[in-house]
T-cell receptor, first 116, second 112 residues
Framework: GAGVSQSPSNKVTEKGKDVELRCDPI?????LYWYRQSLGQGLEFLIYFQGNSAPDKSGLPSDRFSAERTGGSVSTLTIQRTQQEDSAVYLCASSQSFGGAGNTIYFGEGSWLTVV | GNSVTQMEGPVTLSEEAFLTINCTYT??????LFWYVQYPGEGLQLLLKATKADDKGSNKGFEATYRKETTSFHLEKGSVQVSDSAVYFCALSDGGTYKYIFGTGTRLKVLA
């Protein structure tokens, strides 16, 4: 697609429910990133995919968080048993490859999650 | 580990004022440096970047110079407009890793 697409754009869920957030990266981009932006905070790195592999999941805040990527394209971030502190904007980004001097990552508009 | 520190906001300026948003970094090796901007209700988008020491990135009247000796990448604009009101993020990427490290963001508000 023309840009990184995320859905849903807004999600309100009850505490304890599971949520799934979807990211469709730019076509041809092999690297995909998930970040979290909490109110008044910077961007917190969550996880990175190169193709379908996630070499480092250490940024995920707890074992309630998981992510997968299939077919080297779409990725899903799942939060189980949501808590109020999970409320944030979840940002997905993609790039043509990982690392590399000046490699630019392109962000989606984010999924706003509110846990009530 | 790698880190980025940028000035706290919010920064409030009158239209046509000079803007500086400070950014310093800590990194091993030779990172690339970026400024991203987030306009209200929108996602982050790349504003400018520099990949080696003394490089100057520029776009839309904004400039930033990669200063290795001071480990800085300050964002400047000579004359801001109301439409520049946004949150600005400084970031670095180390070519040897996959993580892009972002600062906490600086909110800029420009008054007419």
């Amino acid at each position: 697609g023309a840009g990184v697409s995320q859905s849903p754009s807004n999600k309100v869920t009850e505490k304890g429910k599971d949520v799934e957030l979807r990211c469709d990266p730019i076509s041809g981009h092999t690297a995909l990133y998930w970040y979290r932006q909490s109110l008044g905070q910077g961007l917190e790195f969550l996880i990175y995919f190169q193709g379908n592999s996630a070499p480092d999941k250490s940024g995920l805040p707890s074992d309630r968080f998981s992510a997968e990527r299939t077919g080297g394209s779409v990725s899903t971030l799942t939060i189980q048993r949501t808590q109020q502190e999970d409320s944030a904007v979840y940002l997905c980004a993609s790039s043509q490859s990982f690392g590399g001097a000046g490699n630019t990552i392109y962000f989606g508009e984010g999924s706003w999650l509110t846990v009530v | 580990g790698n880190s980025v520190t940028q000035m706290e906001g919010p920064v409030t300026l009158s239209e046509e004022a000079f803007l500086t948003i400070n950014c310093t970094y800590t990194a091993t090796g030779y990172p690339s440096l970026f400024w991203y901007v987030q306009y209200p209700g929108e996602g982050l988008q790349l504003l400018l970047k520099a990949t080696k020491a003394d490089d100057k990135g520029s776009n839309k009247g904004f400039e930033a110079t990669y200063r290795k000796e001071t480990t800085s990448f300050h964002l400047e604009k000579g004359s801001v407009q109301v439409s520049d009101s946004a949150v600005y993020f400084c970031a670095l990427s180390d070519g040897g890793t996959y993580k892009y490290i972002f600062g906490t963001g600086t909110r800029l508000k420009v008054l007419a």
